[in-house]
Every structure is written in C-alpha cells, then in structure tokens.
C-alpha cells in the first residue's frame, strides 16, 4: 500500500474508560520521534466496563470528541481495544473513518487475539499483533515518507480487501529505551487525581490460564525477552517527572505481576524509600510473597498489596486454573503480607466453567478467612485465545453464540457471565457480595448469606455500588474522584465547545 507523503505525520489517538499506560507509550514514542499527537477519550459513562449505567451516555460527548477529531485533522488514527472495550472501539472507528477517512490502526488485547477478525472489519486499515512502540513508528514513518507499508513486523494491514500478515516485530528488551508514557493528555480529561500509575517492568512468570499471559508468551517467542524490567533510576526518573508535574498522594505499580524478581524489589525499594516514599500499590503472585520481601516493601511505604486468590477450590486452582498451590500456601502469604503491615487486596473468579455451587461457597469462605483489607470478585469472562476459553467451548461452557459474543467483546468480568453455566445467577450475586461480606459485620451475615442464596443480584449490585468508599478505601474512593473529574471535564466541553484544536509542545517546537 503506498501512501501520499505528508509532512508532518499527525496521529489521533482513541481509548475509552480509564488512563491507559501502554497506550501513553505509544503516544510518547511517537511525540519523540516528531510526530504531532492527540487523544479523544471517551469516558464511557454508560459502561465504563465496571459498571453499567445507560442512562448516562449523553455525557461522553462523542459529538464534541468527533469535533476535535476533525480539528485536529489527523493523517492516521490509532484506536486502542481491550476485548470488552472492542464494542465501543469499533462504533468510534467508523465514525472516525467516515468523519476523517484516514488510514485506522487498531491494537491492543483484542487485536492481539483475533487481529484477522478486527482487520475484516471495513473501517479498520491495519492492525498492530505485538507491542506497539516500534510497529506504530515504523508505519507513521512509512506513511509519513509515502512508502509501501505492508511490510511493517508487527502490523497487518489490508490491501484491495486482503489481509497481509506480517510476522511478530522484535520486543524491545532495553525498556529504559522507550521514553516516559504520557500523562498530560489523560491528566487534561481528568484521568488521575490522586494516584499515579506507572510500569517497571512487562510480562509475568506464570500462566493462568484465564490471562492472556500463557499466548502472549508462545505469540512472542523468538522476538526478544518476554519479561523485561526498567532499570531503577529509570522508573524513578519518572515519577520525579510526574511529581514535579501533578500532585499525586499515592502511586501504583501496574506490572501484571510486580513481586516475582525479588532481588529487583528490594533494591527498587531502598531507592524508592529515599527519593519517592509515597504510599504505593502493586500486584503479587501468592508463591512469590516472602517475609524479607514484603518487609522491604514495608519499609518503602507500600500500603495494599493486590494478590489473586481466584478460587477457594483447590481442584479448580491446579486442573482449570494452572495455578497449582495449597491453601495452606495462600493462607500463609496472606499472612505474611498482613503481618509486616501492608493491607491486603485479594481477587477471585466466580462462574468458571465446572465450577459447582460447593467449590463457589469455598471460595467465599477463603477470602472471608483472609480477612483482607478489601476484595475484588470477578464474573469468569473467556478471553480469546485464552486457555480457559477453549477449556470452555470444550466442556459445552460455550458455544457458538457465545464465541461469536466473544469475539464482539460483548458484556465483561464486572457484569454478567456469557457461559451456559448453570449457576451462572449464583456466581454474578456472588461477585458483587464478596466485597462487602469480607467486610461486614458478623450479625450481617446472614442476611447477606440470605441475599445469595436467593440470587438477589441486583440487590447485591445495589450494595456493592453504594458501599464503595467502604469496601475499596483506596482505589474505589480514587475511582469516585476521577469519575467525578472527567464528568467535571466532559461537562464544561460542553459550555466551551469551539476550543481550538489541542498543540503540544512539541508541535510548537516542530513549527518554530
Ligand atoms: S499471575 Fe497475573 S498476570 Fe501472571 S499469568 Fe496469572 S493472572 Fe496473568
């Protein structure tokens, strides 16, 4: 496909729900290397993938996202697509293709999983398989220079109708190399307030077999070091950068897994104590929790911990699961966690394919045992390409309807199960009560006991909603602040609708 050179590639960015970090790299990378950037965020008020809320959706304001789409006049859009969000993403795609008619790129999770599924769809030009730093430079270089770009690793594209498939681009192991993800586009719709979000480090050891991990690892083989960390000055370097920018309280580490390199944490934790010392969140793996390591995480500030438990059955953790510990094991790290005085999140996954009413109690009666600080509980959702997926067709979880709502990104692990599991009402009350019966008072119980066994969901879904400042005290209340910005943000577009189109810096420097 040969393009028409331009001078200055412009490219528009899409994404909706929440701050991105992956996608504030790509835009970063782009932004360094000359090319003018913009977002439009949709914040999805209506369904912002936790809850859903339709009557709201007058709020996102597509007509005015559209309105700077145009102003801005880019000469590529780039739409980033977790399953879920592939709804939305694929509405705004055509609206953006009818609107601007310029060359769309889709990446992200969805992509990655069904890229020849999201390239057939007739608004979408290519699709980026792997990381996207590299892959999306090269193709705004190459539309930028009018070059042939059905060649890029890491793209797909389409040409008279055709799906060209590239093989995987390499990953680019030295992460120090990629520049600091952008924050101020997403700071400008409101979305962080108290809470800065960064990445030491990508990939993870494991394999559950409801993430995308396990095919991420077996997509990437041969194309570099899968899990790969920052060096400590690096990540440091950057939440100086941030802190000096905005006034955040608290930062979280969103490594998919941030406590697997024991000897990288306790080194980034004396660093961290010394020059950053805010109160900090990360994600832990129930096998890598160690006393040494936790009491250095302690002693660096860390104030909650994210740990999966996922299921209090043990056959459904080691044979559906691929995640092969004793409660014993998962007893013990939540323990060393709370004894060193960090608190303490945990997760669970109810509805998974199998799964009998028994083992969905066990888990219940697991997290209770914890006691964690607070809870997250999930309605099992078969991820593309995922294990846990074909596990699910296998067994007669799903079938063809359900694939193909699969492959739509309908519904989410927040809201209801698409499997034809026959206790399906069971596992999605159970998973809006666990967070608030982990934490409610013994005399309570009952009632909320009676609650599920009833199947009472949208009284459960009621509950979990109000109660959200006391069952998540920390990200829950974050989530109300930055839900209550954006909407602040959305909002007064609307009093100022003719703003002239968004100049960064650097487009600033580029015409000067
Ligand atoms: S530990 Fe977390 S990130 Fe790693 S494979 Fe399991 S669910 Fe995925």
């Known amino acids: 496909m040969l393009c028409k050179r331009v001078r200055t590639m412009r490219v528009l960015f899409y994404y909706r729900g929440i701050e991105n970090l992956g996608v504030g790299y790509l835009m970063s990378m782009l932004k360094t290397h000359g090319h003018e950037i913009d977002l439009i965020f949709d914040p999805g008020f209506d369904d912002n993938l936790f809850l859903k809320a339709p009557a709201l959706k007058w709020m996102n304001r597509h007509e005015a996202l559209l309105e700077r789409a145009k102003a801005f006049n880019p000469d590529l859009v780039a739409i980033g697509a977790l399953t879920n969000l592939w709804p939305f993403a694929e509405q705004m795609a055509t609206k953006l293709k009818q609107t601007l008619g310029v060359p769309i790129v889709v990446g992200g999770h ?224 939540a323990k060393t966690i709370q004894d060193a005085g960090i608190g303490l999140q945990v997760s669970c996954i109810y509805g998974i394919p199998g799964e009998t009413p028994e083992q969905m109690w066990q888990t219940l009666e697991m997290v209770e045992r914890i006691q964690p600080t607070q809870s997250s509980a999930y309605i099992f959702y078969p991820f593309p390409k995922t294990k846990l997926y074909s596990k699910s067709v296998e067994m007669g979880y799903l079938d063809q309807a359900g694939e193909e709502m699969v492959h739509k990104g309908v519904s989410g692990y927040h809201h209801e199960s698409i499997l034809k599991h026959p206790h399906k009402e069971l596992a999605e009350t159970l998973a809006k009560t666990t967070p608030i019966y982990v934490r409610a008072p013994d005399s309570l119980k009952p009632v909320l006991k009676w609650m599920i066994n009833n199947h009472y969901k949208r009284l459960a879904l009621a509950l979990y909603v109000a109660l959200i400042p006391i069952t998540f005290p920390y990200l829950g209340l974050e989530g109300i602040k930055v839900t209550l910005k954006m909407a602040w943000k959305s909002l007064s577009s609307w009093f100022s609708p003719n703003e002239p189109p968004r100049v960064t810096e650097d487009s600033e420097r580029l015409a000067a």
């Not at 993430?211 to 899968?226: A, D, M, P, V, W």
Request: with cysteine.
């Open 110 to 333: 969805h992509a990655q999983a069904l890229p020849d599924y999201v390239l057939s769809h007739p608004s979408v030009d290519y699709v980026c398989i792997g990381e996207g730093e590299i892959a999306l430079l090269e193709l705004a270089n190459k539309l930028q220079a009018g070059e042939d770009t059905t060649d890029i690793p890491g793209i797909w594209a389409k040409a008279d109708g055709l799906a060209i498939r590239n093989p995987m681009g390499q990953l680019e192991n030295d992460l120090d190399k990629l520049p600091f993800p952008e924050k101020q586009l997403w700071y400008e719709y409101g979305c962080f307030h108290d809470n800065l979000e960064v990445f030491t480090g990508r990939g993870c050891p494991f394999k559950c077999t409801f993430c995308n991990i396990h095919y991420q690892r077996e997509i990437f083989k041969g194309s570099g070091n899968f899990l790969r960390k920052r060096s400590i000055a690096n990540v440091i370097e950057e939440l100086k950068v941030n802190l000096s920018k905005y006034d955040a309280k608290t930062v979280s580490v969103h490594d998919d897994n941030f406590t697997t390199n024991a000897k990288w944490v306790e080194e980034f934790c004396e660093a961290y104590r010394k020059e950053i010392n805010l109160p900090w969140y990360c994600f832990g793996y129930p096998t890598t929790i160690k006393p040494r390591l936790v009491n250095a995480m302690k002693s660096a500030n860390c104030m909650t911990v994210f740990m999966g438990v996922d299921s209090g059955s043990p056959e459904i953790r080691k044979d559906l699961m691929e995640r092969p510990m004793s409660d014993d094991l998962i007893y013990n790290a």
